[in-house]
């Protein structure tokens, strides 16, 4: 479906280890005032006075958690940053640097890596984060990426997931499902590509969630957002494996308990019709698929008149003492216990 476009293919062999580290960082800027020394020395140095440090890492691994016959490097290398910072933003931090490792067989020529810089590059430039160092190396087979990003906040505005109260309200940021269902059409226009590759797939019903798929955004603008609404709040967590899992780390780490309104959850037009077309329910889809990016978080009651009405919160449900357990509240007004499934989980049914 997505063809290699790169007619030209300069080998990594030409270029060496260093030749290549520093042709793919040079366009990389320095724009923190924490990084006192970014790529080239044995470490980079940062300075963080009195500021708290938060560091996440993630590693993506070619065919496990990508597949580059429908993921164009660009934006694979723009997903790789996003979902590190979103990481960062879940802990109610600014994130300020990443490294970038990567394991690269020389399959790939340097246009390719070029294309995998590019998306970085971009990424490193909306988010404002320094690319301060990393490590190259071959692998055998496939490409492997791994980020670590850096966020700095003052301490008393830190967010731990274990901070949900009896009667928080559980607030959800944009809508969610859209990743998943982004991915099951790319799936099946590969399949259709490979019976039929003549074929010319009609994918504008679609766009917004094979965007949301290919290229998530992480949700700086809401950790921006919070802080001038002056809501702190209790708990909060990244949607990167499906609402119903992530509630439910909120409620084990909180000690508490949950109830959802199906009827409250966000979703968008695309998701609803698309799972119409595929003859799924959207509800399960936005419990259980993954890789939305979005922020769940408890704020205290107190707070909600401050974010009543904004168009990017809504408020989905209420934590209740632990004994009452996790319910999602359908429409027709049945308790249905929560259960994780996770992504991987179901990936494998569907
Ligand atoms: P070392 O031998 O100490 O591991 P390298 O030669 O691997 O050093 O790295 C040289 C510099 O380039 C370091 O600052 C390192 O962090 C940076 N670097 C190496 N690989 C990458 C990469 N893929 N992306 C960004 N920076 C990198
Ligand atoms: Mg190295």
Not at 18 to 33: A, P
Not at 123 to 131: E, F
Not at 311 to 328: D, S
Request: with cysteine.
């Amino acid at each position: 479906m997505i063809e290699d476009k790169n007619q030209s293919r300069t080998s990594l062999d030409q270029l060496g280890e260093f030749g290549l580290i520093d042709h793919l960082t040079q366009n990389f800027e320095i724009n923190q005032k924490s990084t006192i020394k970014g790529i080239g020395d044995d470490a980079a140095v940062l300075d963080f006075k009195s500021k708290q440090i938060v560091v996440t890492t993630d590693l993506l691994v070619e065919n496990v958690h990508f597949d580059l016959s429908y993921v164009p490097l660009k934006h694979l290398g723009y997903k790789a940053v996003v979902v590190n910072l979103s990481d960062v933003y879940a802990m109610n931090a600014s994130a300020t640097q990443i490294t970038v490792s990567i394991a690269v067989s020389n399959r790939f020529p340097l246009e390719a890596l070029e294309e995998l810089y590019a998306g970085i590059e971009t990424a490193a430039k909306v988010y404002n984060v320094d690319v301060v160092g990393g490590d190259t190396t071959s692998s055998t087979t496939g490409l492997i990426i791994s980020v670590t990003a850096i966020g700095e906040l003052e301490p008393e505005d830190i967010v731990y997931r274990s901070g949900a109260k009896q009667n928080d309200l559980i607030v959800v940021t944009g809508d969610i499902g859209a990743a998943y269902m982004g991915l099951q059409i790319l799936e099946r226009e590969k399949e259709v590509f490979k019976v039929n590759p003549q074929n010319q797939p009609d994918l504008d019903p679609y766009t917004y969630i094979i965007e949301r798929q290919l290229r998530p955004e992480a949700r700086k603008d809401i950790v921006e957002l919070l802080k001038k609404m002056e809501v702190k709040p209790t708990s909060m967590i990244d949607i990167s494996d499906g609402l119903s899992s992530e509630i439910m780390h909120i409620c084990k780490q909180s000690d508490v308990g949950a109830e959802i309104y199906e009827n409250k959850i966000p979703l968008d037009p695309q998701v609803i019709s698309t799972c119409e077309e595929f003859k799924i329910d959207s509800t399960t889809i936005a419990l259980n698929g993954g890789e939305d990016y979005e922020l769940l978080m408890t704020i205290s009651q107190e707070d909600f008149p401050k974010i009543k009405g904004n168009p990017n919160l809504t408020v989905i449900g209420y934590i209740t003492e632990k004994a009452r357990g996790m319910h999602l509240i359908t429409r027709g007004e049945q308790a249905v216990p929560i259960i994780a499934k996770g992504w991987n989980a179901m990936k494998n049914e569907v």
